[in-house]
């Protein structure tokens, strides 16, 4: 794949909103979770909320995209810059040139969910705007119109891959010619669907999720956006942040688990290294998707410890911000960048030791390294696998 710049980075989740808390959060080892304190949710249990997205409202002209996932985003675009890296891009590119591909694996569902709770007596939902709301596309559709641009426009929802898999669906779009530009990424937001449904698989976490512990027992839910800017690499762009590969795979195991032995996450790490056009040695640092949950983590142990052996540390930082599902890859995407910029592997948050049944090497403290390059892993019910390498540009 051609290598692409990153020429703008935004994310907000539990841990923090914009770039300079969620780094302070990782160097500091400050987890965002919290007790789930929202009307009609499961008890007892955690969750990443973003308390400072509820406050938040679209432009006028766009309020009828109103609702929480759409909150969340506009939060994420007034931070670190974004918006004005975009429209810079876009003076210099073209509105018309510059995709927006984003992930989402609920969208605005929570609109439905209270229009549910009003229904009326024949059991007839109250009028509401579902199509720039609940619906899978209105996401892109609010950012492309937010940011004023014209080109090409694609939701993608693949479970927990989602905002991963933007990264190389826009990828391919730019190589194609379609477009010279992208802004990728994804956005996911707390609702009840998710929460009881998770609740339902009995998947979720007595207390903070603690993913590669020994008697981990289960996922915490958060919320997330984060967004990138994604050009095609110049001449002068050597030493930039990049998307240096990725690689997908559909191993189509279970509906919602995974192979045991992790075959499709094999198959997507392989082909992200490939197209990256680099081996295995040359990662310093492997994002796991770590969910907390005892079959997911062990299949990806088993998967990272079949490419990597013990020689690359890996870690999950879903303990800092929970599982914030289609926004997850564009999240882990950004914290990689993080990584890169500070030389920074972060351990996994809330555990001693790792589970002693576990091959790979898993980082439980935070260490300070050279990281050139970051292997960041999504993975998701259907069997949907996405690998993104982070990294600088050659």
């Known amino acids: 794949m051609l290598p692409l710049r990153l020429s703008a980075i935004t994310a907000t989740s539990a841990m923090g909103v914009g770039l300079v808390a969620t780094r302070q959060a990782l160097q500091a080892r400050a987890g965002g979770l919290t007790r789930c304190d929202l009307p009609g949710m499961p008890e007892g249990i955690w969750i990443g909320r973003v308390r400072d997205a509820e406050a938040i409202e679209p432009p006028a002209p766009l309020a009828a995209f109103a609702c929480r996932n759409t909150r969340l985003a506009e939060l994420a675009l007034r931070q670190d810059g974004f918006d004005a890296a975009v429209a810079d891009a876009a003076a210099r590119h073209g509105a018309d040139r510059i995709a927006v591909v984003l992930g989402t694996s609920t969208s605005g569902i929570e609109e439905t969910e209270q229009a549910w709770s009003r229904r009326g007596a024949d059991g007839a939902l109250p009028p509401y705007d579902f199509a720039r709301t609940h619906d899978l596309h209105a996401l892109p559709r609010y950012v492309r119109a937010r940011l004023g641009l014209k080109g090409p426009c694609v939701s993608i929802s693949t479970a927990c891959t989602s905002g991963a898999r933007a990264f190389l669906d826009a990828a391919m779009l730019i190589a194609a010619g379609l477009a010279d530009a992208a802004v990728v990424g994804g956005a996911d937001t707390l609702c009840r669907l998710t929460l009881h449904g998770f609740g339902s698989l009995e998947l979720l976490a007595k207390g903070p999720t603690r993913p590669c512990a020994e008697d981990r027992d289960g996922i915490s839910i958060g919320e997330a956006a984060a967004f990138a800017l994604l050009e095609r690499a110049g001449p002068g762009d050597q030493g930039a942040l990049g998307l240096l590969g990725a690689g997908a795979s559909s191993d189509g195991h279970h509906m919602s688990s995974p192979h045991p032995e992790g075959h499709g996450a094999v198959a997507a790490m392989r082909a992200a290294l490939d197209s990256a056009g680099i081996g295995p040695e040359a990662i310093d640092y492997v994002n796991m998707h770590g969910t907390g949950t005892r079959t997911n983590d062990a299949m990806e142990d088993r998967a990272i410890a079949r490419i990597f052996g013990d020689a690359v540390p890996c870690s999950s930082t879903k303990g800092w911000t929970g599982h914030t599902l289609g926004a997850s890859g564009a999240l882990e995407a950004a ?20 589970d002693p049944a576990f091959t790979a090497r898993i980082a439980v403290d935070n260490a300070v390294a050279p990281v050139a390059r970051v292997l960041s892993n999504s993975f998701g019910f259907g069997g949907s696998n996405c690998a993104l390498v982070i990294g600088r540009l050659a």
Do not use: H, N, Q
């Open 335 to 354: 914290i990689a960048a993080i990584c890169v910029e500070d030389g920074l592997v972060p351990g996994c948050l809330g555990i001693a030791a790792p």
